[in-house]
């Protein structure tokens, strides 16, 4: 580890990773662009999983947010229970209009870490978050990780991994479903498993 992410003695807490979850977009690329319908239950992610990932990536406290849009006036309450449960903190968001009430509450977030320590981790593949991204990237005290499914990411994101930015799999990397998913994409020859295939 570098001297640049070593503790600072006269800081209270312990360095942390915030994971901000975007729970809209992953559900949908997941439904979308990965298994063309609306995922099983068995075949959503297990956010239990993404946290330990999440956890174990620098090996540090992590800090789960769960964003959820509630503009209907309603809370999927066996969920936001099972997120509790797991040790997410729920955010359900609602809005007066057709404003994304998710991705304002998740770049809001991402403005407010600017002003403390520790690293982000973003699960989502949305471009909207590119500016807080870049913005965080040009900490040199802060490490800042995507998770997502790669092939669906947004491209730009990909640009800044040269600055920095470290892209995690949700399927390959964090070990985040229960199910092989139906998926086509460029495969690192170390990774490749014949055995999926036959």
Avoid: C
Wanted: glycine share 6%; charged share 25%.
């Amino acid at each position: 580890m570098s001297a640049a992410f070593s503790q600072d003695p006269e800081r209270t807490t312990p360095r942390r990773t915030y994971l901000i979850v975007d729970g809209e977009n992953i559900d949908a690329t997941l439904g979308m662009n990965v298994l063309n319908r609306r995922p099983a239950p068995e075949e959503r992610p297990r956010w239990d999983r993404i946290s330990a990932f999440a956890e174990k990536v620098w090996s540090q406290d992590v800090v789960p947010l769960f964003f959820l849009n509630a503009t209907s006036g309603q809370m999927p309450m066996p969920f936001v229970q099972a997120l509790l449960a797991m040790g997410y903190k729920p955010i359900p968001l609602a809005a007066q209009g057709a404003e994304k009430v998710v991705d304002v509450g998740i770049q809001r977030t991402l403005d407010a870490l600017m002003d403390r320590p520790g690293d982000v981790l973003l699960a989502s593949h949305d471009g909207d978050f590119l500016p807080q991204i870049e913005a965080l990237l040009a900490d040199d005290d802060r490490r800042v990780g995507l998770i997502g499914f790669r092939e669906f990411v947004n491209a730009r994101f990909t640009e800044l991994e040269q600055r920095g930015l470290t892209m995690y799999d949700l399927e390959a990397d964090a070990d985040a479903f229960t199910t092989v998913l139906p998926r086509v994409r460029i495969i690192p020859i170390e990774e490749f498993d014949p055995l999926r295939y036959l």
